[in-house]
């Protein structure tokens, strides 16, 4: 049988995933064989997840910081509401969250038997505020604004939304699993610092350069994360918060030694080359004639004909479009200025061709 060669990033313009720090990779590798979700017997991995998440409370503004290492976004959007739910305890629960939410609440609304109220987005992809507003009731257990959203990199009105569902007796979450290691660096209302929101979504296997699997989720009252405790029999912990059991240690050991060695001045960095990359691209595009979407975050929305979207494909381009048909290039730090010049001489010849 032959070997599959190994990924490479020249031509990926649509994950949001990155390849690691050589730091998060040689950790993984030295845990690769440990299992967080047994602390007591796995106890040096657990201290990383200790470190790991008290990095991630600094990153956010949150002086104690509860919650863990998560398989990713989805793992940790899916366990926000249902520690919301299970806080809550409410007969009918809903949650309201706007358009531009990551798939991954679909599924925790199916699994977790939750309303999911999908509320419209104004004319920049932010969350309405006013629709809000109008879809909470005395049954929302919680209101999830995005800081970073997937298509279109928007930053929803975080401290507006923490009201609106305070005033409801409702939790906020806050999905920041791609925004999150970036989001610092800029001036937007995003964090347990603007806002009393009540949890958070940040991925480390995303613009942390951590190695998959490792998202991150926090909670800033350690009743809501006992809300997801269940006792562990067999192990020698005695009770387990996460969703899944067994957990990888690669994660969580990759995810402390990439914020060891990138916050804040690695990742500051990071988001500025991004950053600057994203509104060359932009221009580039506009300047062509093209109707793009101005980066706030390093990611460019431009629409594009299908032939050109179709043949950049065929010349090895990995893009992706947005649910309403955009071109998204997401910015992240294996994209290189040289990597957008190419891609931008290929639609220059796809589309005079
Ligand atoms: N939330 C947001 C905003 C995302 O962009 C993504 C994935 O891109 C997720 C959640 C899901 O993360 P994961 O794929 O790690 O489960």
Redesign the pocket.
């Known amino acids: 049988m032959q070997r599959a060669a190994p990924q490479t990033f020249d031509r990926v313009l649509s994950s ?2 990155t390849q690691p720090h050589p730091a998060a990779r040689e950790a993984a590798s030295r845990f690769i064989a440990t299992n967080p979700g047994d602390p007591a017997t796995y106890q040096a991995v657990a201290a990383l997840e200790e470190d790991a998440l008290s990095y991630l409370g600094e990153i956010t503004g949150l002086a104690t910081p509860h919650g863990y290492v998560a ?7 899916i366990q926000a509401i249902r520690a919301a739910r299970n806080h809550a305890r409410d007969d009918d629960p809903n949650v309201v969250a706007p358009e531009s ?2 798939f ?1 609440f679909q599924k925790a609304a199916d699994v977790l038997d939750v309303e999911l109220r999908i509320v419209p987005v104004d004319a920049d992809y932010r969350a309405n505020v006013a629709a809000v507003r109008e879809a909470v009731d005395d049954h929302t257990i919680l209101v999830a604004g ?1 800081a ?3 298509e279109f990199g928007r930053v929803d009105p975080i401290p507006a939304l923490t009201e609106i569902a305070h005033d409801a007796g409702a939790l906020m979450h806050v ?5 999150g290691f970036i989001l610092p660096f800029t001036d937007h209302e995003w964090s347990f610092a603007h806002a009393p929101i009540d949890s958070m ?1 940040i ?1 480390p ?2 613009y942390g350069q951590a190695v ?2 490792a ?1 991150g989720l926090l909670f800033r009252d350690k009743e809501v994360v006992d809300a997801l405790a269940v006792d562990t029999p067999y192990l020698e912990s005695t009770s387990q918060a996460t969703l899944t059991g067994t957990r990888s240690g690669a994660g969580v050991a990759s995810a402390a030694a990439a914020m060891r060695e990138l916050w804040p001045h690695g990742y500051r960095e990071e988001y500025e080359t991004q950053q600057a990359n994203a509104e060359w691209l932009y221009q580039e595009l506009v300047a062509r004639g093209y109707d793009a979407v101005e980066p706030e975050l390093p990611l460019v929305a431009a629409r594009l004909p299908d032939a050109e979207f179709e043949s950049l494909r065929d010349l090895g381009w990995r893009i992706s479009r947005t649910a309403s048909g955009e071109l998204r290039v997401v910015c992240m730090p294996h994209v290189s200025r040289e990597s957008l010049r190419a891609f931008l001489s290929d639609l220059d010849d796809v589309s005079s061709g």
């Not at 398989?71 to 959007?77: D, K, Q, V």
């Not at 999905?175 to 925004?179: E, I, N, S």
């Open positions: 949001m995933c398989s990713g976004g989805t793992e940790a959007n939410v990551h991954s995005v970073g959203t997937t999905d920041a699993a791609w925004g979504t991925d296997h995303k998959v699997p998202g």
